[in-house]
């Protein structure tokens, strides 16, 4: 992306990085609702045991579900909203909501597990119902709403993490949400140690920059084809990682994804 030069592309980064973790905008809302556009595709929904996790509507709805998974999981509706509980682990179970009114019908692939399942609430909308379409709207400095799309927010990743002190900056759309800071399996082929470091979220759209280093002593060559995930878009800072022990054995990648993070990974 070109925002720093090579030669202080390792003191750049670590500089960024600790400057952004220690702002005092790193208050992320724990509970960050997850929206999601009904597509006519099952949505897959996640549970842990004993958590209950919540979906909402755009309209009052009523809940069908098997009989032989009745036992396992607690159900409550209350009007747009429902409440989901699983007592204990089950497979992968398709379950039937349907709107009281207009007998709009929504799938869901539910699945429960001890560990490892999604606790944050869920927002279910049909874009032709008025809602706004994946691409949020800000307003520029001069007040003219603006589309925040893929190139923006990739550029606004890498000046938080690479850019000087003096382009910082927020901006309006754009907020933090937590990411957990655990390392992850995101390059294919195991050459790659990858760590989310930060991660936003802009309307409909998620955006997080995960720390790539080089684990061997030969150069590795960075190709989005090899990421783990399903991803919108997977920018790198640099397409070129230098054997590990070099100043420059360490960039970064940014991913914009239609879900929150751990869900898309």
């Excluded at 607690?74 to 747009?80: E, G, L, P």
């Excluded at 606790?119 to 709403?145: C, L, M, N, R, W």
């Amino acid at each position: 992306m070109g925002i720093i030069n090579k030669g202080s592309r390792g003191w750049a980064f670590w500089f960024g990085l600790v400057l952004l973790l220690t702002q005092t905008a790193v208050s992320a809302d724990p509970e960050v609702t997850e929206r999601i556009e009904w597509q006519k595709r099952p949505i897959r929904l996640e549970l842990s045991v004993g958590q209950e996790r919540r979906v909402d509507f755009p309209a009052a709805v009523q809940v069908g579900i098997p009989g032989a998974l009745q036992p396992l999981l607690r159900t409550q509706s209350v009007n747009s909203t429902v409440y989901l509980l699983a007592h204990q682990t089950f497979e992968v179970t398709r379950i039937l909501v349907k709107e009281r009114e207009r007998g709009q019908l929504y799938l869901f692939d539910v699945v429960a597990s001890e560990t490892g399942g999604q606790t944050h609430p869920v927002q279910v909308f049909v874009k032709d119902s008025g809602e706004a379409s994946f691409a949020s709207i800000s307003s520029s400095d001069d007040g003219t709403p603006s589309p925040l799309g893929y190139v923006t927010l990739t550029r606004f990743a890498g000046q938080q993490l690479y850019a000087p002190v003096r382009l910082m900056h927020n901006m309006p759309g754009i907020r933090r949400i937590p990411v957990a800071r655990d390392p992850i399996d995101l390059v294919r082929g195991g050459a790659i140690h990858a760590t989310p470091l930060v991660a936003w979220r802009a309307g409909g759209y998620y955006l997080t920059a995960v720390k790539l280093t080089n684990r061997t002593d030969q150069p590795q060559v960075l190709d989005p084809r090899n990421l783990r995930g399903d991803w919108l878009t997977a920018t790198f800072q640099h397409n070129r990682l230098l054997p590990a022990g070099d100043e420059a054995d360490t960039t970064a990648v940014y991913l914009i994804s239609a879900r929150p993070f751990a869900v898309a990974f």
